[in-house]
């Protein structure tokens, strides 16, 4: 296994509310100061721009940083621009409510800090899309927050999940979404929930081939356009049929979780010591699970209907399968088969 990039992650903020099909599932924050990462982070970048791995970074749980944070981050993005970095691109999930004037004042900072576009993630409307995401009123922000930064001049992204539940509320999200502000790089697609942290337990609001085959075209088009996957949305035994032809060994990144446990060994080793380190407990997380073949041979259903947004999501219901047959513990969180 060769790795040429290095994804570091670090959850530095509370999301303001509980989504019930959160990917990530339970969350533990790093507890760290913001300074502390930055000056992590400086040191990996400056590293990369040497010859180093590639180097991405995410902070999250939520886009929600406070000002010291901002500045931190936004000194790393001067220093070291590239396509994805944290302030560029805005989640609106996780975020605490605001009044108009509060939403105008922050996305004015938030502008001057860089960003270019707001995106939300949208599981109906109203009272539908407030249960799934555990907070009343966060329908009403999200769309308000939309239409205010598109006025803004930020580019407007929307994703729409798709699910049993959300089905009779989509053409009216969508008549909405018709009404913000359009941009250029405006996007907007639709999936169902991923099968990954909370939303593993949700298969009963996974819809089925008949049910995607009989959606209005509109909506067929917006689930063809995920760009997360650039194949559209599949069922297990079309997944199945396409992994047929996936290479064998597809190209992996080591993924480096920062926390308060381990940022003073990372200050201290040199970067060989901790990539090195790194690859050998990714290689051995592998070794200690099936190859996605495998797992496909297992516990694939080749006549399974489900929908899928991605077949990584399919990974992880196998994987889930093979390890209630076989429990053991590795390290899941250095491998693909989680979202973080
Ligand atoms: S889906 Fe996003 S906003 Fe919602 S709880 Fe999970 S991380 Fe937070």
């Not at 000002?67 to 996780?94: I, N, Q, V």
């Not at 063809?224 to 049929?241: H, L, Q």
Request: aromatic share 8%.
């Amino acid at each position: 296994m060769a790795f040429s990039s290095l994804h570091i992650h670090c959850k530095l903020v509370a999301c303001a509310h509980a989504c019930r099909y959160c990917s990530m599932g339970k969350k533990t924050l790093s507890a760290l100061e913001p300074e502390r990462l930055h000056a992590l982070l400086a040191r990996f970048l400056e590293w990369e721009a040497q010859g180093g791995l590639r180097i991405g970074y995410v902070v999250n749980y939520t886009d929600n940083f406070d000002r010291r944070t901002l500045e931190l981050l936004h000194d790393l993005a001067r220093r070291f621009p590239r396509t994805y970095e944290p302030l560029r691109r805005m989640s609106l999930g996780g975020q605490p409510l605001r009044t108009d004037q509060e939403l105008k004042t922050w996305l004015a900072e938030r502008r001057a800090f860089g960003c270019i576009s707001a995106h939300g993630s949208l599981a109906g409307t109203g009272p539908v899309h407030d249960h799934w995401n555990g907070q009343k009123g966060n329908f009403d922000l999200i769309l308000r927050t939309l239409r205010m930064a598109g006025e803004m001049g930020f580019a407007l992204g929307a994703r729409l999940f798709v699910a049993r539940s959300t089905l009779t509320t989509l053409k009216d999200l969508n008549d909405l979404l018709d009404t913000l502000p359009m941009h250029p790089g405006n996007w907007r697609y639709a999936m169902p929930f991923f099968y990954a942290g909370w939303a593993a337990q949700l298969e009963e609001e996974r819809i089925d081939e008949a049910v995607r085959d009989s959606l209005p075209d509109w909506l067929l088009a917006l689930m063809g356009a995920c760009i997360s996957t650039g194949e559209g949305c599949r069922s297990e035994r079309e997944w199945i049929e396409l992994l047929r032809m996936a290479p064998d060994t597809p190209e992996r990144g080591l993924v480096l979780n920062v926390n308060a446990q381990n940022i003073a060994m990372l200050e201290q080793k040199c970067f060989e010591e901790i990539v090195s380190d790194l690859a050998v407990r990714t290689q051995a997380a592998y070794a200690a699970i099936p190859s996605a073949a495998e797992l496909c041979e297992r516990y694939g259903d080749r006549s399974g209907t489900k929908v899928y947004g991605l077949a990584r999501c399919l990974e992880m219901k196998w994987l889930d399968r093979h390890l209630a047959d076989h429990p053991m513990p590795f390290e899941r969180a250095l491998t693909h088969l989680t979202l973080s």
